[in-house]
């Protein structure tokens, strides 16, 4: 090998170990920004998972919310349909006191109602036809006892002493002006109970409209009775 030979030797191994050197260089900077990129990759995707976990629980907690306000909710609404059924069946209760009973219920009423003592009584038709005279003799009657002086009782333990009383507690009433209360030829459509009429002034004694007034102050104590 002559001296050109060596020399173009040697310099072709020069290139070789410099291509190496630099290949070695640039795979080790190729492997560092892999791995820098690969490491900002994984925190990328941490964070991300991170945000989704949390999201996952907020969203998964919110739902929970509201499904518990939901059942609440439900909760709730059977409650009221129970207590609503309750009033229904006080209602029904009502209308099936036998005859005595429904007629003293709707004397008081109609005594407790009253402020002139001569209002007319509104009962619906079948009310008014089986039960109002009844009732209208019956409110009278404590409405003249209301005013009548008090005989003693061995008085109006006799038959005259009865009929005394009877004749004592009718002047009572006329002279106070009560205890004239009269039967409507009106009826009206209700279920239950009457109309006080006195002219322009109505005083509703129908059962849907009392047991509706007493709801708000009953609701309570039904509710109590029924769930505890």
């Known amino acids: 090998m002559n001296g050109i030979e060596k020399i173009t030797a040697r310099i072709e191994e020069d290139g070789r170990a410099e291509n190496e050197a630099l290949l070695a260089q640039a795979r080790a900077e190729a492997a560092d920004i892999t791995a820098k990129y690969q490491a900002q990759a994984k925190a990328a995707a941490d964070e991300v998972l991170a945000q989704g976990r949390a999201a996952a629980g907020d969203r998964g907690r919110h739902l929970d919310s509201m ?3 939901e059942c609440r909710k439900a909760v709730l609404a059977a409650k009221q349909d129970v207590i609503e059924e309750a009033f229904q069946a006080a209602h029904k209760k009502l209308l099936e006191l036998p005859t005595e ?31 109002g005279k009844a009732v209208v003799m019956a409110a009278n009657k404590k409405l003249a006892e209301a005013v009548s002086p008090k005989l003693p009782e061995e008085v109006t333990e006799t038959k005259a002493g ?30 239950g109970g009457f109309i006080l009429s006195d002219g322009a ?6 059962f849907d409209t009392l047991i509706r007034l007493q709801r708000g102050a009953l609701a309570g104590e039904v509710a109590k009775v029924l769930f505890d």
């Open 67 to 69: 499904a518990q306000m």
């Open 101 to 131: 009973q429904y007629v003293a219920l709707l004397a008081g009423l109609a005594v407790k109602a009253s402020t002139t003592g001569g209002e007319k009584l509104i009962f619906s038709p079948s009310h008014r036809a089986q039960v």
């Open 201 to 206: 002034v109505e005083v509703n004694c129908t």
């Open 162 to 191: 009865a009929v005394l009383d009877k004749v004592v507690t009718g002047a009572s009433a006329l002279l106070s002006g009560t205890a004239m209360l009269t039967l409507a030829e009106e009826t009206r459509p209700m279920d």
